[in-house]
């Protein structure tokens, strides 16, 4: 289809610069063409409502003159309705130019150069260390993980980077907690699960006495001047909840190329508030400094604290700056819930106030709250959902299903696993990413919905076909069947929406697009019966399933799921 698209997309250019003498570029043409939904409409389609201005023709006027004398090699016929300029494709074009090229790049298909050459930086799922994961940490992590992927799928060279919230005040409240009453033995025996309980005590106890408060401040300055044994007991908790964390990145299949936290620029951010001084934007307020941004509509952004120490937005600027001169990047995104939005607008604005150019490759890519059955989670709370908890649901639902439809299967713990992190994964990833969340399990496990265990399904399906029917031999059959026809356009457009995830940070794109497939992939193997067929429509419909493979496939890679070759 992109091919097909982007001939016509010239072909369009050319007659609009004779008729019209203007000048829209076939890029930009290009950009115009929807897909409708309906075969009836066409398969392609070009509205002229937007050129309406630019030529100063009515859209009907427009289409018309366009399609007058049209002729695009691979069309069968082109129409004109309601503004609209319809294109069908023809039989021949479907199978030998489309399905054709699609089956030759087989998993090739669908990878995009434009980043080639470039790099891209991508800071996501970054928790914040002595706590463990829970629900609210799954949207970065996965929409994180997608939007590198698709990132890479487009030629990008790309650098995952945990920025781990590992330094501030909080961590002289989990030392003080640790001396008071935290024991050795009982952070190695439960881990993670422990430090969170002596840091809940914490808050308890300094409601009752708040001069805790000052000993933690102490303690925490005391670790800013490199205080080895307060530093010593900080790296180990730090190892504890890194081997935490990992347990779910291996689940995820995720890694990382950098694991630098925020106490990694405790040394580094001394240069950078001087240089913020130097260049006359830091501002005494209240005995902190800080940069004003009234002018931006913003508050300040708080570069010291009234007792001279550091926060987060002072870590974050540091960061960018060190990111820039070690990777070189072309962007820089950012993957956090939008309850951040403000601090990462605040800070992109300094970047650009210290005069650095680069502000607009920083992109802040915000997604919506999590909520399990309606209930919306709150850490502090203690009702938080552990992701631990929330995977292993999921795998053992799974298996119960398995162990249900298929008892002879073998591998039934390894393909729950593939199947039950995936329909977590999936369900995050299949409305738009601002869009609040709720999840509900049957809603999300469900084989027959719009889940990750039917796309699982479809893909299975595809396989187990190849598998079992032997191949036929080409010629394709001059025609087609609507539903032999619809499958191909829609494995046609996965480039084109690779471009639209790619521009839009959506990973939503690939997994509704995913459901598109699935749904006319179902639709085709339940009417186009193919062991039984005639020599050519079983190529034809075999290739049909080899293509529907590789598009399933590398979509499910995209969004962050394993694949099964059998459920
Ligand atoms: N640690 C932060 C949190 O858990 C997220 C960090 C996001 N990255 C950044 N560079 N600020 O909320």
Redesign the pocket.
Known sequence: MQNFKNKLAQILSDKIKAAYDADIPAAEIGQMFEFPPEPHMGDIAFPCFKLSKTLRRSPQQIAESLNDGLNVEGAEKTEVVSGYLNVFIDDNYTVNGMLASIVEKGDEFGKLDVGTGKTMCI??S???MAKRFHIG?LG?TAIGNSIKRIHEFSGYNCVG?N???DWGTQYGRLAVAYSKWGSREEVERLGVKELERIYQKFYIEAEKDPTLNDEARAAFTKMENGDEELLNIWRWFKEISLKEFMKTYDLLGISFESYS??SFYNDKMDAVVKELDDKGLLVESEGAKIVPLEDYKMPPCIILKSDGSTI?AT??IT??IYRKNTYNFDKCI????AG?SL??AQFFKVIGLMGYDWEDQLIHVPYGKVSIAGQKLATRAGNAVLLTDLFDEAIRRVREVIEEKNPDCEDKDEIARKVGVGAVIFNQLSAGRIKDINFVWDEALNFDGNTGPYVQYTYVRACSVLEKIEAANKPYPETVTDDEKEMIKTLSLFPLRVRQALDDYEPSVISRYMLDVSHAFNRFYHNCPISKADDNIKALRLDICRATKSVLGNALWLIGMEKTEKI
């Open positions: 800071d996501y970054s928790p914040n940490h970065t980077i920025h781990l919230g936290g925020e987060y870590r974050d960061a960018a950012y993957v956090t819930d951040q601090h990462f």
